[in-house]
């Protein structure tokens, strides 16, 4: 069972990366310029899994990856896909005024993408102080006068800040649960039920996802949710819709 998800992991990984590594690319970054005003905040631990099901689950992984020793672009690449399958889904369900939180944002240029389509009040984070430079980067060469407040954050999704308590409108997680799904048991549960705290009532929460199983989402996005879209169809990872109900 292990063994299965970490391969079907691996195998959704590399047909994705054949299938968007051109696209994910957004262009040159010389061609850019530095205008956005960015502030890091460092919070909590990360206790590295001893029990994760395949090494996608362990944070030395993905730091490899962001320092440029990986598998994948350090510079930037997006999971499953990108903005403009995203998008339809992220307008019709959370508007321009929110506060978003995208938690394990990787070095996906969807931050950016969420910027240049009016998004406002943007905090990205990752356990991996690398990914996060490669946020800065991106940022840093996004030519745009507009006001922008985009917070980045260092921690482990499982312990998000008190202070963060009730303060989104929105989370966007993209392949983050299926990393710390493979990080172990019962990862995921404390996964959720941090993303809950901070996310105020009635706010949107849109996973996209394709390893988390079914019955276990089921579960964790059971009691207290409402599930605005079921991406268990979706010939791609599913693109989740939740809304939290209490
Ligand atoms: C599959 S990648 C997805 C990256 C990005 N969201 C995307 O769609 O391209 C998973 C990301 O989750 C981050 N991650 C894994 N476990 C985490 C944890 N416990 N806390 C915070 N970030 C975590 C990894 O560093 C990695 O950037």
Redesign the pocket.
């Known amino acids: 069972m292990i063994t299965k998800m970490g391969l079907a992991f691996q195998g959704v990984w590399v047909g994705l990366y054949l299938l968007s590594y051109g696209n994910a690319l957004i262009p040159s970054l010389s061609s850019r310029k530095t205008r956005a005003q960015v502030a890091v905040s460092v919070v909590g631990n990360v206790d590295d899994a001893t029990q994760a099901r395949s090494a996608f689950g362990t944070k030395t992984y ?1 730091d490899e990856v962001y320092e440029g020793r990986g598998d994948f672009p350090a510079d930037e ?4 896909y990108g903005w403009d399958t995203l998008k339809p889904y992220v307008t019709s369900h959370v508007p321009k005024s929110a506060k978003i939180l995208l ?4 070095n ?1 240029p969807v931050l950016l993408d969420l910027v240049k389509a009016g998004y406002r009040f943007l905090t990205a ?4 102080s690398y ?1 996060i430079d490669r946020q800065k980067d991106l940022l840093s060469y996004e030519d745009t006068q507009a006001t922008i407040q985009v917070q980045l954050s260092i921690g ?3 312990k998000l800040p008190q202070d963060w308590n009730g303060a989104y409108d929105a989370v966007l997680e ?3 649960l ?3 799904y493979l ?1 172990g048991d019962g990862n995921l549960e404390q ?1 959720v039920e941090s993303l809950t705290r901070v996310l105020r009532p009635g706010g949107i929460l849109i996973s996209v996802s394709g390893v988390v199983p079914e019955d276990l989402r089921r579960i964790a996005f059971g009691a207290g949710w409402e599930w605005l879209r079921d991406g268990g169809a979706d010939l791609q990872a599913g693109c989740f819709v939740f809304r939290k109900t209490i």
Do not use: E, H, N, T
């Open positions: 993905w690449y997006s999971w499953y938690p394990g944002v990787g996906d984070q990752d356990y991996s990914a482990d999704v499982r993209k392949g983050l299926d990393a710390v990080s996964a």
